[in-house]
């Protein structure tokens, strides 16, 4: 079946804009992770939802960084006023349920690279 | 802390075996897992243990697990050049996971 999908793979943009990025995680998954990847390094926790609810935010960097998941599907992270240290791999990760086994396995998508010009 | 750590790099030739190995410093981690990372591609879970586990295996893959010492290793038997990638050890933690630096593994004819 259809594995987690990201929107855009790449994104660059001008230091002060917005941007948005989008997860959609595999269809019926309740649970879905925002990781950021810098080069060389492992994913860090960014922020999850458990259905529409966030769960935790406490990996997000400051306050430019936001999350939403508003109908317990898609979900968008949005970085306002973008700095250069902003640039990384965004990945997004779904899982199926929330508690047993599974709630314990994460799938991840392919990443949007972010490059802050 | 929760700090998860690995070797960088690591080339052995098709056909031998391959050991990649991990430590870990937060003893309440329930879950360790093994993803795989290769050019353009998200991260595939490979396998992950349950800390109350000291081996699993699956297929060509050997977890092998020492809680005491909080270490980690991958086995992958019959090491082809499929095989190369970043190999990302991580633990389960609360309600997330921390990944380590990742370790390159090379395959050479």
């Known amino acids: 079946g259809a594995g987690v999908s990201q929107s855009p793979r790449y994104k660059v943009t001008k230091r002060g804009q917005d941007v948005a990025l989008r997860c959609d995680p595999i269809?019926?998954?309740?649970?879905l992770y925002w990781y950021r990847q810098a080069l060389g390094q492992g994913p860090e926790f960014l922020t999850y939802?458990?259905?529409?609810?966030?769960?935790?935010k406490s990996g997000l960097p400051n306050d430019r960084f936001s999350a939403e998941r508003p109908e317990g599907s898609i979900s968008t992270l949005t970085i306002q006023r973008t700095e250069q240290r902003d640039s990384a791999m965004y990945r997004c990760?779904?899982?199926?349920?929330?508690?047993?086994?599974?709630?314990?396995?994460?799938?991840f998508g392919p990443g949007t690279r972010l490059t802050v010009t | 802390g929760e700090d998860v750590e690995q070797s960088l790099f690591l080339s052995v030739r098709e056909g031998d075996s391959s050991v990649i190995n991990c430590t870990y410093t937060?003893?309440?981690?329930?879950?360790l897992y093994w993803y795989k990372q290769e050019p353009g591609a998200g991260l595939q879970l490979l396998t992950y243990?349950?800390?109350?586990?000291d081996m699993k295996q699956d297929q060509r893959l050997t977890v092998l697990l020492n809680k005491k010492d909080k270490h980690l290793s991958l086995r992958i038997a019959d090491t082809q050049t499929g095989d190369s990638a970043i190999y990302f050890c991580?633990?389960?933690?609360?309600?997330?996971?921390?990944f380590g630096t990742g370790t390159r593994l090379q395959v050479f004819p």
């Open positions: 990760a779904s899982s199926l349920v929330t508690i047993g086994l599974a709630a314990y396995e994460q799938y």
């Open positions: 269809s019926g998954h309740v649970s």
């Open positions: 939802f458990n259905y529409e609810a966030q769960q935790d």
């Open positions: 937060d003893s309440s981690s329930t879950y």
């Open positions: 243990i349950f800390s109350n586990m």
């Open positions: 991580a633990s389960w933690r609360t309600d997330k996971l921390i």
